[in-house]
């Protein structure tokens, strides 16, 4: 583990930089989590994770008629961990852009956060060599099944297992490489203090954010929307984005939640950040509802049946229930909390609204997700099966869950040499 000591506030041409001595804050104890510390939680949280794993991939084995059923709560687990991952991503991007100092003593574990996207991205890779190598059992395009199906015909330049993959992986190094490069620009600057590191990085995140845009949507698009070949819509990217970044900015809350637990970032992450964090929750919750509602009244209103027919898939056997049940849980209720100011600022209710806002976000993937296992069935949702979603998805989470503790606790806790720090150590809220 990383040590930062007094010393390390000087760069290469002797520019004293805010160390111990002018910030007291930044006191190694207090931004380095103690030695050996996240190695119990992260063991335990691998073997909850690969246990879960197992149980879903044995029921997927064992019962053949479950293959469906477990493969999708293995990829309702993976989309729900990238989804929050990428919002890690949009958060560091968004911060750099817009050179938001006030967040400076938080960025540290926003970057941690897009640093799990390779892990999500490695996770993928099972789902898709199955589904390839299977003919497509929850991407029923990727089969015979269909092929003569006058829709999928007409997709066929853009559904297809050549470009399909050719898609993911410029995905995939878009978005490793603005992790790396930023994250790297962020542990550099941590060595040799120089500020136009943080010049660099804003410059990154300009064309970075575009490049993020567009494949975070189509992303959506490829790897949730084709689920049902036949369903269409131009918004599906946002919505996709919507999620991740409000549970991105929950997880954030309670990752800092639980290091603040243990004793670090006192006087680095304050109420005024919780206040900001807990503004940002309530955006997210509103946009996450606004785009979600456009969607829905946009395709009820043209009333056209291949756009139609994903809601109508959803309008029985229980998934209506869910249905409202989001409506509700995703906005409403967190909607009329956070407009007080004491739940935004509070160090104890606000990781409460946060913990919700996770599963309520794993609940919005499963409600995309589980209904193109049993397809027609109208008593799908029923309680025979949810055993394998509940240990396929906290399976998977858990294993994320384990390399993102080993993480935090592998690396200091801020950027210590970032020309901000003072910004935010001395950050107050004015409405």
């Not at 007409?154 to 470009?163: D, T, W």
């Not at 969607?295 to 109508?312: D, G, R, V």
Request: with cysteine; proline share 3%.
């Amino acid at each position: 583990m990383s040590q930062i000591t007094a010393d390390a506030f000087h760069d290469g041409q002797g520019h004293a930089h805010a160390g111990p001595a002018s910030f007291p804050e930044m006191r190694a104890e207090n931004i380095n989590m103690p030695a050996g510390s996240g190695k119990a939680a992260a063991g335990l949280l691998t073997v909850i994770g690969l246990v879960g794993i197992a149980v879903t991939a044995g029921a997927g084995f064992a019962m053949p008629n479950m293959a469906k059923h477990a493969l999708a709560a293995y990829h309702v687990g993976v989309m729900a961990c990238l989804g929050i991952s990428l919002g890690g991503l949009f958060l560091t991007l968004v911060t750099h852009l817009m050179g938001a100092g006030w967040s400076v003593t938080i960025r540290r574990q926003m970057e941690n956060l897009a640093a799990q996207v390779p892990v999500c991205l490695l996770l993928l890779v099972p789902t898709f060599a199955i589904e390839i190598f299977t003919g497509g059992k929850l991407f029923a395009w990727m089969g015979d099944a269909f092929a003569g199906e006058h829709v999928l015909q007409e997709k066929a330049p853009y559904l297809n297992i050549g470009f399909f993959l050719a898609r993911a992986v410029v995905y995939s190094v878009v978005w490793v490489s603005l992790v790396r490069i930023l994250r790297g620009y962020s542990l550099k600057q941590d060595q040799t203090g120089d500020k136009w590191l943080t010049n660099r990085a804003r410059r990154t995140s300009s064309w970075g954010m575009l490049a993020f845009a567009l494949t975070t949507a189509f992303a959506g698009f490829d790897w949730l929307m084709t689920l049902d070949f036949r369903f269409f819509s131009t918004m599906w990217g946002v919505y996709f984005f919507a999620g991740g970044a409000f549970s991105a900015v929950a997880m954030l809350i309670l990752m800092l939640s639980r290091i603040k637990a243990k004793g670090r970032l006192q006087g680095l992450v304050t109420e005024e950040h919780y206040h900001d964090l807990g503004k940002l929750l309530f955006t997210f919750t509103v946009f996450w509802a606004y785009i979600s509602f456009s969607q829905y009244f946009l395709i009820w209103y043209s009333n056209i049946p291949e756009e139609t027919a994903w809601f109508l898939a959803r309008k029985g056997g229980g998934w209506e229930k869910l249905f409202f049940f989001l409506c509700i849980g995703h906005f409403v209720a967190p909607f009329l909390i956070l407009l007080f100011r004491g739940v935004k600022k509070s160090l104890t209710l606000l990781p409460l609204v946060a913990a919700w806002a996770i599963f309520i976000h794993i609940l919005d993937i499963f409600f995309i997700v589980r209904p193109m296992v049993y397809p027609g069935q109208r008593d799908a949702i029923g309680m025979p099966g949810l055993w394998v979603d509940a240990a396929g998805i906290i399976g998977v989470l858990a294993l994320w869950a384990s390399f993102l503790v080993r993480r935090v606790c592998a690396g200091v806790l801020v950027p210590t040499r970032d020309p901000r720090i003072a910004e935010a150590i001395h950050h107050r809220n004015y409405v």
